[in-house]
């Protein structure tokens, strides 16, 4: 079985600009969650969708928001692009809400904002 | 707020021999989850292990077990007979009744042959 796919892999944008990025889960999967890593810290929760609704949110600005589509992939948005936004961002889901369940994690898109 | 603390930026360890790596978390709630993720360089987040709060008994997975003292709220991992392939960044991460998983800043571990 396939697991957690996201794209694009790398991404290079400008400050201002808005980013579209995309992760599909592991067949059966109903939950997605958002993480933001910025080199040499841990990751930062973003979201968490889970049934195509949002069921938790981080401490992130508005610029960011997310969905989840009927297939449970979802998309992570974020407008008017900053320095600070530069980070890997990773994907993970679960079969269920987060909890106990095991997260898998995608390879993560690479975001440079120049 | 919830947090978690990882104390130790960096750990190296003897290939062979056994390590500790410390997480400490700070919560008022009495059911939550707790995990130790491990990150290699330029691969992919996988579990390493995962405790539930209620469960006093410790967590074991073959060379990976862990230390739980709830009421100290720590929750240190401990990898016996450590091999080069256990070379990454470690993290500690919690989930609450938020449904979000907090992380700590991680510990890098060095595997000396």
Redesign the interface.
């Known amino acids: 079985d396939a697991g957690v796919t996201q794209s694009p892999t790398h991404l290079i944008k400008t400050r201002g600009q808005h980013v579209t990025l995309r992760c599909s889960p592991i067949s059966g999967h109903k939950s997605v969650s958002w993480y933001q890593q910025v080199l040499g810290q841990g990751p930062q929760f973003i979201f968490q969708y889970y049934e195509k609704e949002e069921r938790g949110r981080g401490n992130f600005p508005d610029r960011f928001s997310a969905r989840q589509f009927p297939n449970y992939s979802s998309e992570l948005n974020v407008n008017a692009l900053l320095l600070g936004d530069s980070a890997l961002y990773l994907c993970a889901s679960s079969l269920e809400v987060l909890s106990y369940n095991e997260q898998f994690f995608g390879p993560g898109t690479r975001l440079t904002v120049l | 707020a919830q947090t978690v603390t990882?104390s130790q930026p960096e750990m190296s360890v003897q290939e062979a021999e056994t390590v500790t790596l410390s997480c400490t978390y700070d919560t008022s709630e009495s059911d939550y989850?707790l995990f130790w993720y491990k990150q290699p360089p330029s691969r992919?987040?996988?579990?390493v292990i995962?405790q539930?709060a209620y469960k006093q008994q410790n967590a074991t997975e073959n060379r990976f077990s862990v230390n739980f003292q709830k009421a100290a709220k720590s929750f240190s991992l401990k990898i016996s007979d450590s091999q080069l392939g256990d070379a990454a960044m470690y993290?500690c991460?919690a989930?609450y009744s938020?449904?979000?998983?907090?992380?700590?800043?991680?510990t890098k571990l060095i595997i000396k042959p």
């Open positions: 990882q989850y992919q987040m996988i579990l995962r539930e993290f991460a989930v938020n449904y979000q998983l907090i992380w700590g800043a991680g």
